[in-house]
Structure formats: C-alpha cells, structure tokens
C-alpha cells in the first residue's frame, strides 16, 4: 500500500471537481440562427455527435488523469520496506561503509579500475546520507578502534584507501565490524568484487539488529598464469653444493602457453633462465639448478612475465649457509675419539664436545648435528632439551651406553623410537645399506655383492619402532637394525645398535664410515622458513638463542623499498625468538634483519596466491547463496542504480514519484494526440451523395 512524504498535498485533488462541473453544466450560451430553408441540415450525421460527446468525455478523464498524477508525484509516493527496516534506518545515525581492497580489485569494470569504481560509489553514497550521520570506514587493514566520522572525514578516509596485499575472508571481516560496532545499532555496506576463493557466505553470521546490503562490483574476468610456491630438492644448503629449486606454475586460463620465459636470480644476479610449457586450466612443476659458491646470505627471485595480473609474477625466497658445519657432542664420561678425528681440524666442520651439565649453556640449535654419546642416565631437564631440538628441525645421533639406566629406554619411548634391548654378542657382518636413503644421495650408485662390509662384533637387539615413518638403513645378516632413523617433530633420530669403538665393531676404520657421518651433518636443523605469507601473521624465526641475551632491538629491513621496521619480538623456549611484523610489511620482498647494526639473517615475503584465481560470484550466484543460506542481507548493483536511491530507497522504501511523472507525461501525450484526431474530424468537409 502506497504511503506518501507529504500527504497534505493530495487535498488539491479536490481542485479536479471545478472542470468536472464545468464539463457537466456547460455554461455556453446559444445565438438564435434565421435559415430561409433547413433542407441542408438533414446531412447532419446523428452518430458524429455522439462519437464527439465520447471523445470530449475522454478528452477530460485524461487531463484530470494527467493533473492528479503531477499532484501525487509532489506529495513523494512510496511503499514501505519489509520489516520496518525503513524506520530502523529513519532513526538510525550510524553508517558503516567495507570496501574491498585486496588485489583482486585491480581488476577491471565497465567504469575503469574496480577499487576506484568502489571508492567513488561509496563518496556518493556518503553524500546521501544525513548531516548528522556516523560513519565508519573498513578496509582489508582492520582498525579495530576506528572512531566515528563525519560525512566529509569519511569521504577522505574513502580517498586515502589503497590496494592491499592482505586478504581476508568476507565472514571475518564482518565478523570483526560486528564486534567493533557491539553497542551500535547500524547498516552496513560492503563494496566487493566478491572473488569466491574470499567470499565465504556460508560462514556469515548476521546480527538480526543490524542490516547488512551487499554492492558487487561486476569485473572483467581475464586469465592469470603465476608462480605459486617453490621448494628445494634437499632441505640443507652447503658451499660447492649443486642447487636444485622447484618452481609450481599454475595456468588459470583457457589457453595453453608455449616457450614462456622464467629467469632465476640471486642476491640480484642472473642464474638461470629458461622456458616452460603449460597447457590450460593445469599446473606444473619445473626445476632450475645453481651452485653454492660461498658461504654466506642467499636471497632469491624467480620470476615471469604475464599481463594484466601482475603480482604473482614474482616469487622470493632466501636461506643462509655458515660458514662452518657446527656439531656437538654430549658425552657421558670421554669423548668419542673417533668422531673428534672425523670432524676435528677441518676448515668445513667445528667440533664441540659438552657433558650434560655444560650443555644448557649452549643453544642445542646452533648445531647441525648433536650427537648423544654413550648417555647413561635422561634426566627430564636433558631428555626436554633434545625433545625440543628435534621438534624444531634438529638431528640427533644416538650412540647406545652398554648399561643405559631406565630413563633411557623411556626417552626412546617418548620419541616412538625402539627400545635397547639385550646385547647380542654373536659376530655378524652389516649386510644390507640402504642406498635409496636420503643419506646415501649421490654418495653409492651400487655395493657389489662381493663387497667387503664391516664386521659386528656385538649390538643392541632394538624393540619394534611405533614410528610409522621409521627408517632402518643398516641391517645385519640375521635381519636386525644396526642404524634406523625415526622422524620426530620436524627433526631425524639416528639410532645405532652399537658403540662406535674397536670392542663393537670395525666399522670406524672402514671406508663407509666417513660419508655416513659426514652426511648426517648435511640435513641442518636450522628449519627457518624459505619465504613467508603476507597475512598470515606468522612470525619469522630466528634459531640462535645467543640473541636473548641482549636487549637491542630487531630491525627488519629493505633499503630498496625503503623499509626498516622494529618487529615485536618473543623469545620461545621451545621455538627461539620469534618476530611479529603486526602486518608493517606490505610489500612482497627480500629482507635482512638485523641488530646492532650487523645483519644477523634474511627472511622473504611474498603476496598470497588464494586471490590469483580469477572467478567471482555473479548477481545470480550471490542472491542463490544468501538465500539458501537464509541471511537478512540485501543485494544491489552500483553500476545500474544511483547509491543515493539505494539508501533512499531502504531508508523511505521504494519511491514511485517518477513513475508518476512518467505516467503524466504518456497521459499528456494522449490527450494531445485525441484532441488532433478530434479537430480533423470537425474540419471535414461533408460528403455529397
């Protein structure tokens, strides 16, 4: 049912009585004619004057018609909207405004550049609202205590809006405004381009206080092609070594790519360039190979040309190398004189022995390898220690005591490693070497099976391992382990059956003991990350606890974009001392960081690739999907409809004053055309017969 703005204006409906009164009285006076002979009268045709009283008749319901139409159209006719949503808006003052600004919106609109599109529609709609409005605006950098605004601060705040590398899930990001606004009664308008990898609609959850009217912005779909992650053949990095990375390319087009170049480079050098073949709509994994040549940071870049999207084109990534591989080794009386002899005196290895008490001194994860040598007795202080080293990337050797006290059998426990049985002293051979191992990698391409291996003179019988992703690579004649590796947290448990001495084995002056220990020093714990996600609020790592112990400040830094934060940092017992960006970095790079002016390490961060996916919800789509899922959200095109009636038009309901106007003008127009037809007719000239 119709209401109307002004209702006092339809009493001039009453004005529309006077010509119906003229019309039906018909105050025309008549004039007395003389005729000498009325014979020509009789060509007077009856039922033209009955023809002529209809069209007269017409003529006046048209222009009553015509003139109550004008009327109603000043008096600002509409329909109420459902649910008294219009008298929650009349009443309501505060105005909450979400745009959109991750790079998905770069894209493309009949109006230009979607982010832009967005930020102007949302100005006029701030135009329409009221003076006494409060506004707040949202963006993807969520400030959880944004203050109210007035009409000309929001459109500044509107203007100031940037594209942003952050994404985030439609459903957090209101979820967030609810929770900022949880005292407010208000309405919300969130401007998107409604990428479906962001736009979860199933997992919103509206306030029924509040109202919420989505805008989609309808973008240009076009195709992608981008680098998506890359990764090493081998998690160490050592000087002289081959290099191999893994690039994952993803096609999101429907046309296939031939001969695309992809060039690697490093610390800004040119290293490889190649080119690649992807078919349409698929992925695939490529590899370029470099060589360490010193030690040292690394920083590096992959990257590829392709248009319009540009910002998974490039990807970073960095990792360093020490200069010496550091070991150590916890002793339960005197070192291991063969294990000093092996890695001792060499310009690639440094060697620390430590008994259990000196060992909480060190920070077990500036080691490579730890090697736990003939330990007796795992205190739950010690036995923590080497949990904890192994979870966080560590390598552990293990070199059984040939009377372990009970806490030992429980530590192996505790790791689902095998536990020391009774020593077997029958002699037996090591017959069978794994070389699929990642131990044996490019060390055996086969042992001929007259190949003189090393005797056993004694060992451990070993428990069954409850590790699934156990490892046995050395095995005796009889069937039983002589070397296992059991994968715990993100570290490798290297377990041996027997002592490394004379009395157990020959197999320290045999040729295959120099690559096997020297290979377990190569899977370097220092399990840092290759790059990091902006958005995912993971902090960047540092290993070495030596940096606890002073009170300087982080610095993470990039002279090329001109970055130099002070992160917040946290000093983990378990995990060392972690840095949060609180979101600082925005833009995909590779960082140093450092402290006390001396650059310590790097880290890398590159753009997510969830928004790399060009498809998005149409109209159609996001109506079927907040139907189904029963949300009160309402549903309008910016493009197709002014913001300033979208508001009106929720605030008053529907307005019909124009098709009131429109409704005058087409009654005017007929009327005119039937007085013309009217005045032909009477100008005819009769006809003889």
Sequence with gaps: MFHFLHPEILWTLLALLFPIIIHLFNFKRFKKIYFSNLKFLKNLNIENKRRSKVKKWLLLLLRLLALACIIIAFSQPYIPSEKDQNKRLQQNEFFRIYIDNSFSMNAETESGNALETAKNKAIELINSYPNYSKIRIYSNHF???????????????????????????????IKKIQLNNADTNYHLYVFSDFQKTQSDIENIEVDSTNSITFLPLSVQQSSNLLIDSCWFDKPYHQVKQSQELFIRLVNTSNQNYQKIPIKLSINDSTKSISSFDIDRNSKKNISLKYVNNKSGIYQGMVEINDFPITYDNKFYFSYSINDKIQIGSVNQKEPNKYLNKLFSNTEAFEFKNHDKSSIFNENPDNYQLLILNEIQEMESGFSQTVKN???NGGHVLFIPNSKPNQSVNEFLDEILAPQLL????SKQKLSI???????????????????????????????TSKNNLSETIWKTQAGDDLLIKIKYGNGNFYQLSMQLNPKWTNLITHPIFVPTFINLTRNSNNNQSLYYTLGNKEPVKINSFKHKS?????????KKNHTDIIPDQENNFDKGTLLYTREEIIQAENYLISRNDSIIYCCSFNYSRIESDPEYFTLDELKSQIKSQLLPISINSP??????????EQSNGKRYWKHFV???ILLTVSESLLHRTNSNNNHKPATKK
């Design 143 to 173: 400030f959880p205590f944004s203050s109210n605004l007035n009409k000309q601060q929001a459109i500044a705040r509107v203007m100031d809006i940037n594209p942003s590398p952050l994404p985030v899930l439609l459903s957090e990001q």
């Design 389 to 391: 080293y192994l979870s």
């Design 422 to 425: 009774q020593i077997d002293s």
């Design 433 to 463: 070497i794994e070389l699929n191992s990642e131990l044996y990698q490019n060390v055996f391409k086969e042992i001929k099976t007259d190949a003189r291996l090393p005797d056993i003179y004694q060992h451990y019988k070993l428990g």
């Design 550 to 558: 002073s009170n300087a400040r982080f610095h993470i830094i990039n």
């Design 639 to 648: 493009e197709k409809m002014k913001l300033s009636d979208i508001y009106n």
């Design 662 to 664: 429109l409704l005058c």
